[in-house]
């Protein structure tokens, strides 16, 4: 239902669509992504459930921003994506939803993409000089030596390890 | 001046540290730090297969580690497009609200101790002794339950089970009269938690409140009721709803939660039926020892499960179901490997605890200890 309101409010602005097991997903470009969330608010998507990412390091757009909404009125779902390049970044939602502000330091935190306009762009979950972002593909599950930085012979390097 | 409240003072209910900034005993800023656990539970899960994460979700909230357990199957069978008996879902509700009554119990109950009320405590935490008892019966285990699993359960429940629950049924309600009787029209009590933390409706769904906090303050959303799983909507049960959002309500609603959860455990006993609590699916469900040691068959499907995983579909879910704090999410990204390629666990305490310093701004450090207490701060849930 949701979705017919954003072909005809934004058109051209959803680049992509799927559901799978009942839940729908839409993929928008970043331009689109205020003018979009400007809409789900009108149209009673009040409550932001998560945002999260997912890495593709073999992509072009290596992330994915993953924003779930939910419809309290109607009990509505949707799945909102948003592609971002390695290095890139994403408009806040901060402005509109209050939840938004810790979500966004987390992936910040956990992945590395960066939010304009956000009020307080730091780490949340780890310390300012923890090495690489966790949540990447190509950060070791093992972590390493999380102790060991600055001066180290073997120290990572955005989220890889140097070779001896 | 600065002080910092935890990370091993006892009302900071775990790894959590916050940096109060005071002016006398008002509180002008409050910065948490959370993450001192950081066990990677979601990059570990990239690395488990789909059966070997569930012993992880028991620590996403150790006070109800039976309901992470089931939201987490529930999320995998979504993906899978799997339902599993009848029975299996009965019991995965019987199990899930006797958890839920085991965490409001800490909630309450520590929420109590932290405001000066030692009592009320003691009378609560005997019930969740027996709760305990019974998951010990169910599962082998009190704490980390690791109950479920995909497709099913881990087992059946055991003789004697039924009748401890019922018994627990009739004792609970007793207990939760008793807590009432010494907490609700108690003045101390009332002066330590009306307007403490009060928030409107609109600010709790705009800093994503879900669970007893959100309904406090006046929004009547439950998964149970909204977006029914495991069969909900054939239960008669009610969500109590408050008007303020404060800690009293929150500590009203929570109480009324528990009996509702009681309600519910009455009719999952009077319709409870012999049935199996798999899936009959030898290729999602891993076959009984007995089998394994005794057909051919069977054993090829405990080796192809074990050390292949199952075939699972490409796609993507996200599946909610009401937990304790509020609605617990997963997501799950598959490319048909034996390991999800993410996989994202939304849990409830983090965006409630998001707006802990608008809650404390111009309050007193007690109130700061009265609120985190109502929030069920649970650092599991925080950390990652």
Not at chain 2, 49 to 70: A, E, G, K
Not at chain 2, 262 to 270: G, K, S, T, W, Y
Not at chain 2, 309 to 328: C, D, H, I, K, Q
Request: charged share 25%; proline share 6%.
């Amino acid at each position: 239902m949701i979705i017919e309101h954003i072909d005809a409010q934004l058109p051209g602005a959803v680049t992509d669509r799927h559901a799978f097991r009942g839940d729908q997903t839409i993929v928008v470009a970043k331009e689109n992504l205020l003018a979009l969330v400007d809409l789900l608010y009108r149209e009673g998507f009040q409550l932001l459930v998560d945002i999260t990412a997912v890495d593709w390091p073999e992509r072009e757009q290596r992330f994915d921003m993953v924003y779930h909404w939910l419809n309290l009125a109607s009990q509505e779902r949707l799945r909102v994506k948003v592609p971002v390049a390695d290095g890139g970044t994403v408009p806040s939602l901060t402005g509109h939803f209050k939840t938004a502000d810790w979500f966004e330091r987390e992936v910040f935190d956990l992945f590395g993409i960066r939010f304009d306009g956000h009020p307080n762009m730091k780490r949340l979950l780890t310390w300012d000089d923890f090495p690489g972002h966790a949540l990447r593909k190509d950060f070791p599950l093992d972590g390493g030596d999380p102790f060991c930085m600055e001066g180290c012979t073997a120290p990572y390097n955005n989220g890889e390890r140097a070779r001896d | 001046m600065i002080v910092n409240l935890g990370p091993s003072h006892p009302t900071t209910h775990g790894t959590l540290r916050i940096i109060l900034a005071l002016e006398g005993e008002t509180i002008l800023k409050a910065t948490p730090e959370m993450g001192y656990l950081h066990r990677g539970v979601e990059k570990l899960g990239e690395n488990l297969s789909y059966q070997q994460f569930i012993p992880l979700t028991d620590r996403l909230n150790y006070c109800s580690s039976i309901m992470n357990n089931v939201g987490y199957t529930c999320a995998v069978e979504k993906l899978l497009g799997i339902e599993i008996p009848k029975r299996a879902q009965q019991i995965r509700v019987l199990v899930s609200e006797l958890a839920r009554i085991a965490d409001h119990i800490v909630c309450v109950g520590v929420n109590a101790v932290d405001i000066g009320a030692f009592t009320a405590f003691l009378y609560l935490f005997r019930q969740r002794e027996t709760v305990y008892d019974l998951f010990e019966m169910a599962a082998g285990q009190r704490l980390h339950t690791s109950f479920t699993r995909i497709g099913g359960l881990f087992r059946d429940i055991p003789e004697g089970f039924v009748p401890l629950c019922e018994r627990f049924l009739v004792e609970c309600e007793a207990s939760v009269d008793e807590c009432e009787r010494l907490l609700t029209h108690n003045p101390i009590w009332h002066d330590r938690t009306k307007g403490i933390g009060a928030i409107s409706p609109e600010d709790a769904v705009n800093w994503g409140y879900t669970g007893p906090c959100l309904r406090a303050a006046g929004v009547p959303q439950d998964l149970r009721k909204a977006q029914p799983y495991l069969g909900y909507e054939t239960y008669d049960f009610d969500i109590p709803v408050g008007t303020t959002g404060d800690v009293f309500d929150r500590y009203l609603v929570r109480m009324e939660e528990m009996r509702q959860s009681l309600r519910i455990i009455r009719q999952v006993l009077d319709r409870l039926e012999p049935g199996p609590v798999n899936v009959d699916d030898p290729k999602i469900a891993l076959p009984s020892k007995e089998k394994v040691y005794t057909r051919m068959e069977s054993l090829i499907h405990h080796f192809k499960l074990i050390m292949h995983g199952m075939e699972m579909p490409v796609g993507e879910v996200y599946s909610a179901t009401e937990a304790a704090n509020g609605e617990l999410g997963f997501y799950i990204v598959s490319d048909g490997g034996k390991n999800p390629y993410r996989i994202r666990v939304r849990p409830p305490c983090l965006p409630i605890f998001s707006s802990f310093h608008d809650q404390v701004k111009g309050c007193l450090i007690a109130d700061a200890v009265a609120v985190l207490g109502a929030m069920n701060i649970i650092a599991g849930e925080l950390d990652r």
